[in-house]
């Protein structure tokens, strides 16, 4: 159930109570995003089978259109270029669209997975059945980062530039799935883009990791957004969302799924502290344009000292419908490393409203935890967004 503290903290404040040992993580993550490979699956057969009202569509194949794809240009070219190769095409799974159904809330959740550690079938059914909310929800979209996709479809590669150590976790279940898989099994429509491929196969199926959104609702316009690089190629994801309410007024609304870089490239390292992932926003928001309605949600990785990361202040003042949330850590690593890295932010304008923020209570596997918000598309919406009471 998400977290029934009342306290409230001014997002900026975050990390405020991690800043003492801020610096002394740094080469801590600096190993965690370059190298350090957690504990692997073990080998096994993967099969996609597409359900004959399915459409699962690689994104960019010869036979459909790409993805638009926006991203940087000049020096960063020639850094993008080996992880470029190393990944498969980007990927929408689409459900027959039902007849039309008025929805005044929609539920928005971010939640970095950790490559599989995540165990998104358990969540989605808590969320479902309402052990997170304190009541059913019916509409929902999950903003997710560091999902994988394993096929035949990805290049074969050798190790070099491009080639990230694998990350192979594994969700409480001991049932390692994908996300194409996961879409298929709770009937989720799903876009995902690879950022990057996550390590060599080493017997088993080729896999990249990356960014993903998975909605109840139609996803529409899928795009990629290419981040100016760092330390590894991020790749945010982005689909319009739209439909109509009780009212039967239509609305529509943008959603985004980033992951900025935990550090700099070798030759600027002290810009890990902040600088880096400041221009990572900077070239995501520039991308976006902000024309419409906007809903982000990720893992913004602003583990240092607050005076450094200009990362997040930047954003909320692109995204100032942005609520007041706690100050509650979503990342634990190691028992002592608690910070407060994934955040939901909201660009709306009337009569759009968001609602309540809140981390849930568990990480269901990742080590990161879920940050579920509400999104309330009609102006006297009802008020569905009452926390849970905590359980006995």
Known sequence: MMNPKKERSNPLEMNRSSAPVALGLLSLL???SSSCALRTAGDGDFEFAVQPDVS????????????HMVGPEGRDE??????????????????????VTPVDSLLVVTWNVHVGGGDILRFVTDLRSGRITGEPVDDFLLLLQEVHRAGMDIPTTSDGDGVPARIGSV?????????????????????????????????????????AILSTLPLKDPAAI????????????????EGVDSLGSP????????????RARWSRLLDSLGPARLRQARGLVEALTLQEPTVLGGDLNT????????????????????PRTQSDPTFQAARI????????????PDPYRAGRVERADSRYGSDHFPVVGWLHLRADAPQTDRRAAPSS
């Open 337 to 348: 490393i608690r910070l407060q890295l994934d955040h939901l932010l909201y660009r709306l």
């Open 226 to 241: 290419e981040l100016p690089f760092e330390s590894q190629r991020r790749v945010s994801t982005v689909a319009r969302v």
């Open 251 to 262: 609305w529509r609304f943008k959603a985004v799924s980033v992951h900025l870089d935990t």
């Open 171 to 211: 969700p409480p279940s001991g049932e390692r799935i994908d996300i194409v898989e996961v879409s298929r099994r709770l009937e989720l429509n799903l876009v995902y883009v690879p950022s990057m491929r996550n390590g060599l196969a080493n017997g088993g199926l080729p896999e990249d990791r990356g960014n």
């Open 30 to 32: 600096v190993l965690v």
């Open 303 to 322: 583990w240092s000292l607050p005076p450094l990361e200009g990362a997040l202040p930047y954003l909320l003042k692109r995204f100032p419908e942005t």
């Open 56 to 67: 699962a569509t690689l994104l960019g194949s010869a036979d459909t259109p790409a993805v």
């Open 78 to 99: 020639s850094h993008l270029t080996p992880w470029r190769d190393a990944v498969g095409a980007p990927v929408k799974v689409r459900y027959p669209e039902a007849p």
